[in-house]
């Protein structure tokens, strides 16, 4: 069926009817990693005496087990013992995986990992 369209007086132009719409994609579900059980990082004894503090931003690849398969530093504390002890710690981190519809899968997810003293007590 063409559509008639005027175009001026008493003129009429028939045109080529629509092409069919795309279908459209569903949506995607996609859920990040979820920290389940963490093994605190061990303060460095250097770095408690002296008194480094800081946020280690870890990268971390989780696989579809919730097993740490690689991990890197993204952003330093400005300390590389911390920076050290915070990798370490993160290899043995264990979560509940990344899911893609319903699907477990592998899937990368920032984890921050905070070095902070206690305050002395006056």
Same mark, same amino acid.
């Given at each position: 069926?063409?559509?008639?369209?005027?175009?001026?007086?008493?003129?009429?132009?028939?045109?080529a009817?629509?092409?069919?719409?795309?279908?459209?994609?569903?949506?995607?579900? +996609?859920?990040?990693? $979820? $920290?389940?059980?963490?093994?605190?990082?061990?303060?460095? !004894?250097?770095?408690?005496?002296?008194r480094?503090?800081?946020?280690?931003?870890?990268? !971390?690849v989780?696989? +579809?087990?919730?097993?740490?398969?690689?991990?890197?530093?993204?952003?330093?504390?400005?300390?590389?013992?911390?920076?050290?002890?915070a990798?370490?710690?993160?290899?043995?981190?264990?979560?509940?995986?990344?899911? !893609?519809?319903? !699907?477990?899968?592998?899937?990368?997810?920032? $984890?921050? $990992?905070r070095?902070?003293?206690? +305050?002395?007590?006056?």
């Amino acid at each position: 069926m063409a559509l008639l369209y005027a175009h001026g007086p008493g003129l009429a132009q028939e045109t080529a009817p629509a092409a069919p719409a795309a279908p459209i994609a569903p949506a995607v579900k +996609k859920v990040a990693p $979820v $920290v389940g059980s963490v093994m605190p990082p061990t303060y460095p !004894v250097e770095s408690k005496a002296a008194r480094e503090e800081g946020v280690v931003k870890l990268r !971390v690849v989780v696989d +579809k087990t919730g097993w740490t398969q690689e991990v890197r530093v993204q952003e330093s504390s400005g300390f590389p013992r911390l920076d050290a002890a915070a990798l370490d710690a993160a290899k043995h981190f264990r979560y509940r995986p990344g899911t !893609v519809d319903g !699907v477990a899968t592998t899937m990368a997810v920032n $984890v921050p $990992v905070r070095f902070q003293l206690e +305050k002395p007590k006056n």
